[in-house]
């Protein structure tokens, strides 16, 4: 078997009925019965490992968004790139394109131009991270619309996706649903409740208990995630 991007604390226990991971910030701890044979717990620790990754990885992002806000000082080889409530980090490489382009494979690639200097790439890097994301953030934002709208009829005349610096969200008088691209970087779930939020003003044009009852209708648990923005919006709106 290949080697773990990750280590791990084995803890037997006369209680565990079965193996089981526990994933914490920044350790990962498996817990297996005393007659378990390690060959096996390990088998299940790499059947495990993309979950594993993935766990540590939004762990990481919670922590940084909490204590270190979104921007990174300097766009370059190894910078931390939020997307989807994870942390990617970047790799560089240089490209005979006239503009930087980015590209999202298990990553962010910038593919930066050789005909730039040393000092130009991280604004460049910085550009191309954004309009990717913009594009990135119209698909999502479209598939949730088509998601939700239905089931109420929650129709929106169209579906813009803005650069704002005080606003979430917004839904028009002629029910054109905008909605901030930096949406894009937090938590899946978080920008799904920003649409439907948006979505539900539609029918009702206020912040009235008819309207939670909409909003929660579509997403039961909506007050978690309203709450991630209220705590880490501010860190949020600071981009890129």
């Known amino acids: 078997m290949s080697a773990l ?112 200097r040393v000092e130009q790439h991280s604004d460049a890097i910085k550009g191309a991270l954004e309009r990717w994301m913009k594009k990135q953030a119209k698909v999502h934002v479209e598939h949730l619309v088509n998601r939700h709208a239905p089931r109420k009829q929650l129709f929106p005349q169209s579906i813009k996706i803005k650069t704002q610096k005080s606003r979430w969200g917004s839904c028009g008088i002629h029910n054109d649903i905008n909605i901030n691209w930096l949406l894009v970087m937090a938590p899946e779930e978080v920008l799904e409740y920003v649409v439907v939020h948006e979505l539900c003003h539609i029918q009702q044009r206020n912040h009235s208990r008819h309207f939670w009852a909409l909003v929660e209708e579509h997403l039961p648990d909506y007050q978690q995630h309203r709450v991630w923005l209220k705590k880490h919006g501010s860190h949020l709106m600071r981009g890129l």
């Open 5 to 116: 991007p990750f280590t791990y604390l084995l803890r037997r226990s006369q209680r565990a009925t079965r193996v089981r991971i526990v994933v914490k910030p920044g350790s990962v701890e498996v817990v297996a019965p005393p007659k378990v044979p390690e060959s096996k717990i390990v088998q299940f620790i790499h059947a495990k490992q993309l979950w594993i990754m993935s766990a540590l990885g939004k762990m990481q992002a919670k922590g940084h968004f909490a204590n270190n806000g979104v921007a990174a000082i300097v766009y370059g080889h190894g910078a931390d790139v939020f997307y989807q409530g994870r942390i990617y980090q970047l790799a560089t490489k240089p490209s005979k394109l006239k503009n930087a382009k980015v590209e999202f494979v298990d990553g962010f690639i910038a593919h930066v131009p050789e005909s730039l």
